[in-house]
């Protein structure tokens, strides 16, 4: 299995977007995203690369897998 890495900001927000999440709202330079069921929302930092910390406490948030993430990744 791949190495979750730092990737670009618009990427991983596409990755969300397909997803199903929706953007609400943007604060300075966090970008909130929700979905319904999800209980919070996704905050991605428009960073040239997202730190994997992020990456991952995002997709643990959303409730997606890393085989789903390689998957929507993949198919971007």
């Known amino acids: 299995m791949p190495r979750i890495t730092p990737i670009h900001w618009k990427l991983l927000e596409k990755v969300f977007l397909a997803n199903g999440f929706h953007f609400v709202r943007q604060e300075g330079s966090h970008r909130s ?10 905050v ?33």
């Open 33 to 42: 995203y929700t979905k319904p069921g999800i209980s919070r929302p996704i």
């Open 44 to 76: 991605i930092p428009t960073y040239e690369e997202v730190p994997v910390a992020i990456i991952r406490k995002n997709l643990q948030t959303a409730g997606i897998s890393r085989d789903e993430y390689f998957r929507l990744l993949k198919s971007m």
